[in-house]
């Protein structure tokens, strides 16, 4: 079974760049025509999907985050990454990855504060 | 800006039928929009319950069904068991960018 895990730094100050990371077991991030997305959910909020990597390398990001964003993809690793730039306080959220088979990640809560 | 609306909240009885529907600021929602449906309970990830408007996860519960209903998909669970209790979300998928609807908040009373 696919499991996915998220990790990076659980604070991240203002105007800075938040980076996390979802590491894959359980499968190879490579196969098939799989992709892999990245959501967030401020607290006592919604969900927002933030943006998603086919194994081709293909992004598609949320149009209102497009300009800060970048998702990556490590076959080596079997991981993939999403970057955040120029960060404010309205960043501060619950961060998971998920694939197209329905799985998802706990989740990592990343604040934004200097 | 592309809006996804679902009943903020909703309340059923232990061993009822309640629908949750998912509308869309563009129009009527069709196969084409792959409407997704997730559960998440305080604390806890979102669990995928539902994927292009019908299919389940091998984890998805018989008592959950998805269609379309009157332009909008729907989610529909018939026999509610008080473990049902949850926020439920949609997702629509809008050629190249999914957005999430608000979520409906689902009580079993």
């Known amino acids: 079974q696919v499991q996915l895990q998220e990790s990076g730094p659980g604070l991240v100050k203002p105007s800075q760049t938040l980076s996390l990371t979802c590491t894959v077991s359980?499968?190879?991030?490579?196969?098939?025509?799989?992709?892999w997305s990245w959501i967030r959910q401020p607290a006592g909020k919604g969900l927002e999907w933030i943006g998603r990597?086919?194994?081709?390398?293909?992004?598609n990001y949320n149009p209102s985050l497009k300009s800060r964003i970048t998702i990556s993809l490590d076959s080596s690793k079997n991981q993939f990454s999403l970057e955040l730039t120029s960060v404010t306080a309205a960043d501060t959220a619950v961060y998971y990855c998920?694939?197209?088979?329905?799985?998802w990640g706990q989740g990592t809560l990343v604040t934004v504060s200097s | 800006q592309t809006v996804v609306t679902q009943e903020p909240s909703l309340t059923v009885s232990p061993g009822g039928t309640v629908t949750l529907t998912c509308a869309s600021s563009?129009?009527?929602?069709?196969?084409?929009?792959?409407p997704n449906w997730f559960q998440q309970k305080p604390g806890q990830a979102p669990r995928t319950l539902i994927y292009?408007?019908?299919n389940k996860r091998s984890w998805t519960p018989a008592r959950f069904s998805g269609s379309l209903l009157g332009g909008k998909a729907a989610l529909t669970l018939s026999g509610v068991q008080p473990e049902d209790e949850a926020d439920y979300y949609c997702?629509?998928?809008?050629?190249?960018?999914?957005?999430f609807g608000g979520g409906t908040k689902l009580t079993v009373l």
């Open positions: 997702l629509l998928y809008y050629g190249g960018a999914w957005v």
């Open positions: 359980g499968g190879s991030i490579s196969s098939g025509s799989s992709y």
């Open positions: 292009g408007t019908s």
């Open positions: 563009t129009g009527a929602v069709t196969s084409a929009y792959y």
């Open positions: 998920a694939n197209n088979e329905g799985y």
């Open positions: 990597i086919y194994t081709s390398g293909t992004t």
